[in-house]
């Protein structure tokens, strides 16, 4: 009976010894695992890598033949295939403008795909689909036809599958790092990803020849004036909504009460909550709906309807006779939206996406608190346009409009960026109302005052000087400045006489200063 406590202590040193093991084979394993880790985990960097570098490759093929291969049937066919900016009011109707007259110019038909609206899983960003499926005697298949349904379609299968690659691609992105890729490839971009705006897939054809020649890479006035800009832009041509889609409209504008045969001025007034990005340079683009209620007041007195445009994150206006707030109306559409700036007699507004869907419709206009004045200044005989004022921080004062006019300022305007010397201020009610009164009642012939004229000839001159220098190369430089050309010593509107006189020499708001 003696050995078995012997026993009991083999088992109990066993016991430890294996404990002791396992510890052992613990530390063994972490320090094995940690060395693994650190090997997957470059492995996996490695491959990341290599994927973001296949990305780009694949995005740039896909960017180069799609876009490649619809530029060169452009140049063969009878019909052009233009894709322009989607997401913004401004770029969309200034390409389908410019797209028009380039179909005119070349006598041929021009087709603008816009892809349908799918579901938020998959949104596409359009600022408004009636604006690219708009009417005109050169563009090829009406909106309302079944071969222009089937060519949009497929437009969307396209955008769509590219949208599904950049989902999976991410998808495997975040497994092998954990974490959203950082590179977003040029043609397929997504709403989720922070560092883009908001967009879709995005590629544009057609674009580099709005405004020059196919091949030319370089600036010429030379090429500009072979245009022939003024008489492109003051011919008029045909362009509206379909006589289905008319009929609709028109139903839905007796519905806001206004009648067909009374005429009606559109106002849009900028407030900045439409795009947040913007709102730290709300002193150069916004302005206040408030001191517009005079001028408005001046119009329905005359016997017209003033409609107000924008969104309903904009301010309310009050109750007032022969006054719609549109946003804020069940009729708030994309056709309406359209419509109602074709219809009215007059389009009143400033340097936003509106005022180009005004001149595909070569409207007559009314600028008020224009920041800018080199494309966004009025285009026709008898527009008038006044200006907001310009403090100069580094000079404690207001400058006169003739010392803005020898400002080396055309650069910047071509950038959005002013600078930081330059507090803008808006225009005053009286200033509103002096100039809607001069253009209620000014003679059919427009004529311009020596004044005027001169305003008009100094702009161009500081323009020119702008488009001499070198513009930052973020920005296609060729194209930009064929772009911003094409419209300089086309536009036959002016500054308002009265404003000229009272800020010409002394701008009016000296003696106060600006917050």
């Known amino acids: 009976m003696q050995p078995a406590p012997a026993k009991k202590n083999l088992r109990a040193l066993n016991g430890d010894e294996t404990k002791l093991l396992v510890r052992q084979v613990i530390k063994i394993i972490e320090k094995l695992k940690d060395g693994t880790i650190k090997v997957v985990l470059s492995l996996l960097s490695q491959i990341t890598g290599l994927i973001?570098?296949?990305?780009?490759?694949?995005?740039?093929?896909?960017?180069?033949?799609?876009?490649?291969?619809?530029?060169?049937?452009?140049?063969?066919?009878?019909?052009?295939?233009?894709?322009?900016?989607?997401?913004?009011?401004?770029?969309?109707?200034?390409?389908?403008?410019?797209?028009?007259?380039?179909?005119?110019?070349?006598?041929?038909?021009?087709?603008f795909p816009c892809p349908h609206a799918l579901s938020s899983t998959f949104p596409i960003s359009v600022a408004n689909r009636e604006l690219i499926r708009i009417d005109s005697d050169y563009c090829w298949l009406s909106s309302d036809s079944f071969w222009r349904y089937l060519v949009d379609s497929i437009?969307?299968?396209?955008?769509?599958?590219?949208?599904?690659?950049?989902?999976?691609?991410?998808?495997?992105?975040?497994i092998l790092r954990f974490r959203r890729p950082s590179y977003v490839p040029p043609a397929i971009r997504t709403e989720r990803a922070p560092q883009v705006r908001k967009a879709?897939?995005?590629?544009?054809?057609g674009r580099t020849t709005l405004w020059k020649p196919d091949q030319v890479d370089y600036f010429s006035w030379d090429v500009v004036r072979a245009f022939n800009w003024k008489q492109q832009l003051q011919q008029p041509v045909f362009v509206g909504l379909s006589p289905k889609k008319q009929r609709k409209a028109e139903q839905m504008r007796l519905d806001m009460g206004i009648p067909l045969d009374d005429w009606f001025v559109s106002l849009h007034v900028r407030e900045g909550h439409y795009e947040g990005r913007f709102s730290e340079k709300a002193?150069?683009?916004?302005?206040?709906?408030?001191?517009?209620?005079?001028?408005?007041?001046?119009i329905t007195s005359a016997g017209g309807w003033v409609v107000r445009l924008g969104d309903s994150t904009m301010t309310p206006l009050p109750p007032?006779?022969?006054?719609?707030?549109?946003?804020?109306?069940?009729?708030?559409?994309?056709?309406?939206?359209?419509?109602?700036?074709?219809?009215?007699?007059?389009?009143?507004?400033?340097?936003?996406?509106?005022?180009e869907v005004s001149r595909i419709f070569q409207n007559s206009e009314i600028m008020v608190n224009l920041a800018e004045w080199s494309t966004a200044f009025p285009l026709r005989k008898g527009s008038l346009a006044i200006l907001k004022h310009y403090f100069s921080r580094s000079r404690n004062r207001f400058l006169s409009v003739k010392e803005i006019l020898e400002e080396p300022m055309f650069e910047c305007q071509a950038l959005s960026q002013f600078g930081d010397d330059y507090i803008l201020v808006e225009n005053t009610p009286n200033e509103i109302l002096d100039v809607v009164e001069e253009y209620l009642s000014q003679p059919t012939e427009h004529p311009h005052s020596d004044l005027q004229k001169e305003f008009n000839y100094q702009r161009t001159l500081q323009i020119h000087r702008g488009l001499a220098l070198e513009i930052p190369p973020t920005i296609p430089e060729v194209i930009q400045k064929y772009r911003y050309a094409a419209r300089i010593e086309s536009m036959e509107g002016t500054i308002g006489q009265k404003y000229l006189e009272?800020?010409?020499?002394?701008?009016?708001y000296n003696g106060y200063k600006p917050d």
């Not at 437009?155 to 975040?174: D, E, G, Q, S």
């Not at 009272?502 to 009016?508: F, G």
């Open 155 to 174: 437009f969307t299968a396209v955008l769509a599958t590219l949208r599904i690659l950049y989902l999976v691609w991410r998808f495997n992105l975040r």
């Open 283 to 298: 002193q150069f683009y916004d302005a206040s709906i408030q001191n517009y209620l005079e001028a408005i007041r001046v």
């Open 502 to 508: 009272q800020n010409w020499l002394t701008d009016s």
């Open 52 to 111: 973001d570098l296949a990305a780009r490759f694949v995005s740039r093929t896909v960017d180069h033949l799609l876009v490649g291969s619809l530029e060169l049937f452009n140049k063969k066919s009878p019909v052009l295939i233009h894709i322009p900016v989607l997401r913004a009011w401004g770029d969309a109707a200034e390409e389908v403008n410019f797209g028009i007259l380039k179909a005119r110019r070349e006598g041929k038909k021009i087709l």
């Open 200 to 205: 879709y897939p995005e590629f544009y054809v």
């Open 320 to 355: 007032m006779e022969r006054v719609v707030d549109y946003p804020f109306t069940p009729q708030k559409s994309n056709l309406m939206d359209i419509y109602l700036i074709r219809e009215c007699r007059t389009f009143m507004g400033m340097a936003s996406g509106p005022l």
